[in-house]
């Protein structure tokens, strides 16, 4: 079983919708991610929080905006999203310090744009 | 980014078989490298790390070839459940290759 949640499991939204996905681990872990994949496509990297401070942005568009409010909690606020944007959205932790720094996975979000 | 590299397949095979992928990554300083394993529609899980020393687990072994920098992961007497879509993570820890699909037939 996973040790990282994600809520919800299945979301739809219009393109005017704004909504949350949010992730939640105790695991103590002090990096966290967000991916998005699409269909027969690996996990692409989005965005990835070192210790509550966002390190990387894989250029994403705007519309995406990440918040990391502690080191247990990470949310992904959608706002204006294009019906190319539906995928599964998957997030993360790890622990940084560790030498092999494995990553755990939540179940992911499936989102549907309308 | 091309960090890695994998045939996507997909590899079909009998179950009983023994099957083998390859990764490739173009960092030469890469140091551990992982494989996950990834079932349709539910997210990847860790499957082995490798390291240069190589690892195996039952069934399962990782060995890293730095002078052909590739990893490889080799399953031996494949099962029905064997059938997923392996993915392996190199130095930039955060990037996956593209996958190698395996499909186990009875």
């Known amino acids: 079983d996973t040790e990282v949640t994600q809520t919800p499991k299945h979301l739809v939204m219009g393109m005017t919708n704004k909504k949350s996905l949010k992730c939640e681990q105790h695991?103590?872990?002090?990096?966290m991610y967000w991916y998005k994949q699409k269909a027969k496509k690996p996990p692409e990297l989005m965005f990835v929080?070192?210790?509550?401070?966002?390190?990387i942005n894989e250029s994403v568009p705007s519309r995406f905006s990440p918040e990391c409010p502690n080191s247990s909690l990470l949310n992904l606020h959608l706002h204006a999203l294009q019906p190319e944007d539906s995928a599964l959205y998957l997030c993360?932790?790890?622990?940084?310090?560790?030498?092999?720094?494995?990553?755990?996975f939540g179940s992911g979000t499936q989102l549907s744009v309308l | 980014r091309k960090e890695v590299e994998q045939d996507p397949g997909p590899f079909n095979v009998p179950e009983g078989a023994t099957v083998a992928f390859n990764c490739t990554y173009s960092?030469?300083?890469?140091?551990?490298f992982f494989w996950y394993r990834q079932d349709c529609r539910k997210e990847p899980k860790l499957l082995m790390s490798?390291?240069?020393s190589g690892n195996e687990d039952g069934r399962f072994t990782a060995q890293l070839n730095r002078a052909s920098q590739y990893i490889s992961l080799l399953i031996r007497d494949s099962k029905l459940s064997d059938s997923a879509t392996y993915l392996c993570?190199?130095?930039?820890?955060?990037?996956f290759g593209s996958g190698t699909k395996l499909n186990v037939k009875p």
């Open positions: 960092n030469s300083a890469s140091q551990s």
């Open positions: 993360a932790s790890s622990a940084p310090e560790a030498t092999n720094e494995k990553l755990f």
């Open positions: 993570v190199g130095y930039n820890k955060f990037y």
């Open positions: 490798v390291y240069s």
């Open positions: 695991m103590g872990h002090r990096a």
């Open positions: 929080y070192s210790y509550e401070k966002l390190s």
